[in-house]
Structure formats: C-alpha cells, structure tokens
C-alpha cells in the first residue's frame, strides 16, 4: 500500500480523536513510512464509573500514528478484546497480520484514583515485552497514555518515545491592529490540553525550555523595548534578567540548566553572552563587527552553536567555549540560521533557503551533506523532540501562520493548524520524568 492511501486510512480516526478532545485544531498527517509497524492497540477494559470520561487506547493509537512509524488495527476488525493475557490467543493476531499487541483495563480505587494496567506483546515470538500498573488522579489520565504510548514506542523501536511531552509556541490575535494580542500556550505534545502561561498586546518572542521542564525564557516588550524574563510554568516565579539598551534576544538555557545564553548589543554589535543565572555574571563570548545572533548549545554545553553574517550571508558557526575558537560549519547555500544540535551532536537542523524559499533542512557535520526535509514556504524555528526524532517548525497555510511536524529523515510529516490565530515560535520540552516514582 502506497504512502498516501495509508494516510488515507488513518484520516478519518484521526480527525474523530482530535475534535473530542481539541486545543488546537485537528492534525493533518500529510506522510508516514511506506512500511508501518502493524499493531493492535485492543479498547481498554474500562469501569462503568468511569468509561464516559477516559478513552485510553484512542490516545495511545492516535500517539503511535503521529510517530509515523506505525499502523493500527482499527477495533471492527478485531477477532476479540482482551484485557488480560489469559485471554490472549496468538493465532488470532497473527491472522490479521499483527506484529505487536496492547492491551490494558482501567478501574477506579478506594480513594478515587484510577488504576491503569496494560500489557505489550510480540505477537511473532508470542512473548510479554512490558507490562507496567500506573496509579493517578483522574484529571491524569491523559499522562498515563502518553506515558504507555512512550513505553510501547521505546520497546518496540529501541529510542525513547516523547509523546509525554510539551510544546511551547506563540498565539497572535489581530497581528498588526490595535486591537493585537500575544499569548504564550503550553500544550501537549498532540496540541492537547493548550493553556496560556502569558498574555500582552506586545510581542512574545524566542521562548525556551530549561532542561528540566520547570522553567521558560522568552523575550517581551512590556517595558517598550526588549527585555529577556524567565518564568516558571506554574507561575511561582517571574524575574527579568536583562532590560539592556539595543537587543535583548535569543535566551537559551544550558543543558546543566545553570546559565543562559542570549544576545546582547549594548556594546554596540549584537553577540553572544553567557549569563550565570545564580551571579547573572555575563561573559561575551564573540567579538565580530557582523551580527552575531540565535545561538544553541551542543549537548555536552561545551560549544553553543549560532547565526552570523560575518562571511557575508548569514551562516551557522561553532564556539568552542574553552578555546573561543570558532569554525564555519554551513557552506551550501546564500543564507543558513537558526540552527539547532541533534541529541548526537553530529547532526544539525536549521533553516536553509533554496531557490528563494526558506525550508528546513538537516546536515551530517561529517560529512556536510544537506537534506531538505520540508516542501511549505516560509519555513523557520525549528525546534528538536527530546529523543531526536522528530522536529516541529513554523510555517504558513493559506496565509495563516500554523506549526507542523516532520521527522528527522523527512518520511513523516504533520500539521497542528489552529483556528483562534496565528501559531509561531515553536519550541519542544525536554523529557517529562514525572513518571519515574511510579
């Protein structure tokens, strides 16, 4: 079967998951693999108390089809619905052509908590692979499939799944009238469960996560001019760090999550600086007459990758920050920026034009080859999964600015349209280790 008449297939169940639960609008899946991984995610077992308000495997199912890497068994087909492994019988999943098998049940505890149970299978080898019990809140429910959702993708794949993730990404309302609103949203990875962590008639730009979720840095213009703030995402804490004259731009938490990189130009020039946020010492880090902006730390917080137009079109370079030494690391193309480090840190994804159209697009540091991995126009802040394997960006559709998705390889692609304005800036958490204790 062809890529598009999958798609197709997934089209109709998709667009029924997303309007009964919609922040954002419904997900468009524009490509997936040639080959998706066949798998049977069976309706959960779910207590009559609670079987109007949880809806487990449609969230996990709607999770695996987004990776683009798998293809589930829609439930009319199913042969039978167990919900235990004493009930499952290999034979009949192997007729319908089944790689892998989930299944599960939910009920409601003495202290009105729900229980969350489930089972994966390799149906092939007839073996348990996972079999994990989760105890939440009810309002949690959500967590718990995504969290099953990452469970399954990591054994069956071997990477870490990140649909317990979030993103981050600017609303605007009425762009450039009086009237004009900017809001800074959190939402599920799946555009889920949206809430606004800010709200200004000023524009919100260049938000980031600290490494462990807790924490965002963003540029506002409450004070008539820019200013870098950090803010917790439960709204405990709220500081400006910098209100300098000139630029205050681009702020990127370390991976240690101890400092911050920015852009400053109150010594003229915008570069590069490094702030401790416990002294909120700053050390300059480029001294050019170009423009030195956008930068991104390596993995290891050894380097910080960044933006400049020193060599007479704005290119992606590399600082070593024990050395100073910096190298050019783009070379094919007039114009390469925003650049962003895989978790490997011998892959890069930035923004690349070609043929006068802004694209995203992925480089071997080895071997300098480019790929393009989008085909919209106006392509631009790309921003990186947790475990790699995917990237949500900025585009335009039909003159309204909305995000979308494409994995690392180019082969899957996906849209998070919204209705209530335009979407920009997009940035994705970090891992979400709030499963751990359980």
């Known amino acids: 079967m062809s890529n598009n008449l999958r798609v197709a297939a997934f089209c109709f169940f998709i667009v029924l998951n997303s309007l009964a639960y ?4 419904t997900i468009i899946i524009d490509q997936g693999q040639d080959d998706p991984v066949r798998i049977a995610v069976v309706p959960f077992k779910i207590d009559s108390e609670l079987s109007e308000q949880i809806n487990l495997s449609d969230i996990i199912s709607f999770d695996l089809v987004r990776s683009g890497q798998f293809q589930p068994l829609a439930s009319e087909n199913m042969l039978s619905f167990p919900s235990d492994a ?3 019988f290999f034979r009949d999943w192997r007729i319908l052509k089944t790689d892998y098998l989930l299944i599960g049940k939910a009920s409601l505890s003495i202290d009105k908590k729900v229980s969350v149970f489930f089972e994966l299978f390799d149906v092939v080898n007839e073996r348990k692979m996972e079999t994990r019990r989760f105890l939440v809140d009810l309002v949690n429910w959500r967590d718990v499939a995504h969290k099953i959702s990452d469970l399954v993708y990591e054994q069956i794949t071997g990477i870490r799944g990140a649909f317990s993730t979030q993103i981050m990404y600017v609303l605007a309302k009425n762009a450039g009238t009086n009237n004009a609103t900017y809001s800074l949203q959190i939402a599920d990875s799946d555009g889920e469960r949206t809430r606004t962590l800010i709200e200004s008639p000023e524009p919100i730009l260049s938000a980031s996560w600290s490494p462990d979720g807790n924490r965002v840095a963003y540029v506002t213009f ?3 001019r820019p200013s870098i703030v950090i803010e917790a995402i439960d709204g405990s804490y709220r500081k400006r760090i910098t209100n300098f004259k000139g630029i205050n731009g681009s702020p990127v938490f370390s991976p240690d999550g101890g400092s911050l990189a ?6 003229g020039d ?13 050390r300059r880090v480029t001294r050019h007459h170009a423009i030195d902006t956008e930068p991104s730390w390596s993995p290891d917080g050894k380097s910080i990758i960044f933006t400049s137009d020193r060599g007479g079109r704005p290119q992606i370079y590399r600082v070593e920050l024990s050395t100073n030494f910096i190298e050019r690391l783009t070379f094919v193309g007039d114009y390469n920026a925003r650049a962003r480090l895989l978790p490997d840190g011998q892959h890069l994804v930035f923004v690349h034009r070609k043929d006068g159209v802004f694209h995203i697009a992925w480089q071997d540091l080895e071997r300098d080859n480019i790929q393009v991995l989008t085909e919209t126009a106006l392509d631009e802040s790309p ?4 475990n790699g394997t995917m990237l949500i960006y900025a585009t335009q ?5 909305i995000l979308a998705v494409v994995s690392i390889d180019g082969r899957v692609k996906y849209r998070l349209p919204s209705s209530l304005g335009d979407v920009r800036e997009p940035a994705w958490s970090p891992f979400n280790d709030g499963f751990k204790k359980w």
């Not at 570069?271 to 700053?282: K, P, Q």
């Open 22 to 25: 919609g922040s954002l609008d």
């Open 86 to 88: 004493d009930n499952v």
């Open 222 to 224: 409450e004070t008539g």
């Open 262 to 267: 920015l852009v400053l130009s109150r010594d």
């Open 270 to 282: 915008p570069e590069i600086f490094i702030m401790d946020l416990e002294t909120e010492v700053l």
């Open 383 to 386: 921003s990186l999964a947790p």
């Open 397 to 401: 559709n039909q003159g309204r600015g």
